[in-house]
């Protein structure tokens, strides 16, 4: 059986910044993103690995 939005290790999180502009992520746990309010970026999380690619983040 497979979780729909596993938990983020909070350790590996406070470790990942927005490759944009370096600066902190949020997890939101509704949408299962890494948010990025300086860059309005949002990051997907699949399988629960972040894609931390520019390209492949949601404009907010």
């Known amino acids: 059986m497979t979780q ?3 938990k983020i290790d909070p350790k590996m999180l406070s470790s ?3 490759p944009k ?3 902190p992520l949020t997890h939101d746990t509704e949408t299962n993103e ?3 309010k300086k860059a309005k ?3 997907p ?3 629960g690995v972040p894609i931390m690619l520019v390209h ?3 404009a907010l």
């Open 45 to 47: 999380i699949r399988d």
């Open 41 to 43: 970026l949002a990051y």
């Open 21 to 23: 502009t370096r600066g």
């Open 4 to 6: 729909q939005n596993p």
């Open 16 to 18: 990942l910044v927005c």
């Open 34 to 36: 890494l948010i990025s």
């Open 56 to 58: 492949e983040a949601r």
